[in-house]
């Protein structure tokens, strides 16, 4: 059995080169990286992270140091989904959500790391997959910047041969939405795919507003337009703004 014997985990502030905001954290002067390193018991290491916009890392840091730990050395690692159901029972008291999955999340995903490292495969390979390569996309958190930042930003994002952008959405008058949404959409041109992100700055009526006023600028998707767990609001927002939408990042 390849018992668990060893798990570490450090809570890094790492600064920001620019104050970033979106509609609804606010200011963001630096990010929060928690790493959990594990071990078992034959020298095998696993890696897993989380990371915070700015607070809450500590927490996160103390849940996996002093409630979680103990729940899982000793246990033996290639159990991952009996881990997992193991912590999250040990915690569930204390929420389902927010610093308690995150902790969860880290050490999980280290398990994975530990687990495909034994096997000598990347994960990706390890989890079922037969392609190296996924489809990913550029995202500025971006909403404090003018027009010009925002456009330079899209350009150096081209430079590194990013094919999809992400912009954020939530100003203060739908108005400015618009502008800026549309001049991304002028200067990457039609066929771009160009997504934006209001990060559950709107109420559902607003959000129905901002689809409706988006809508020929031909989105992929809005995201997190609300709350995440407003299951009934985000159907009225599909069904009356006319958008793909995309959510669940906050559950």
Request: glycine letters at 10%.
């Amino acid at each position: 059995m390849a018992a668990l014997s060893k798990i570490v985990t450090t809570c890094y502030r790492v600064p920001l080169p620019v104050v970033l905001t979106d509609s609804t954290h606010g200011e963001m002067t630096h990010f929060e990286l928690i790493l959990v390193r594990i071990e078992d018991n034959e020298g095998f290491q696993g890696v897993g992270y989380t990371y915070t916009v700015g607070s809450g890392g500590e927490a996160v840091r103390v849940l996996v140091e002093h409630y979680l730990s103990p729940l899982l050395l000793g246990q033996d690692a290639s159990l991952i989904e009996k881990l997992w159901e193991r912590m999250w029972w040990g915690l569930h008291y204390g929420g389902r959500g927010g610093t308690v999955c995150l902790a969860i999340s880290a050490v999980d995903i280290a398990l994975w790391d530990l687990a495909s490292r034994r096997a000598s495969m990347p994960l990706w390979k390890f989890l079922g997959g037969f392609d190296p390569s996924v489809p990913c996309y550029a995202g500025g958190i971006d909403l404090q910047f003018t027009e010009e930042q925002l456009l330079k930003q899209a350009d150096g994002f081209l430079e590194q041969e990013f094919r999809a952008i992400k912009m954020k959405i939530g100003r203060k008058h739908l108005s400015e939405d618009v502008k800026r949404v549309q001049a991304m959409r002028k200067h990457l041109g039609r066929d771009f795919p160009l997504m934006a992100d209001a990060n559950m700055g709107w109420s559902v009526d607003q959000a129905i507003r901002a689809c409706r006023a988006l809508e020929e600028f031909e989105l992929v998707w809005i995201e997190e337009p609300c709350i995440p767990d407003d299951v009934a609001g985000h159907a009225r927002i599909v069904q009356e703004g006319g958008q793909p939408i995309a959510a669940g990042e906050n559950l």
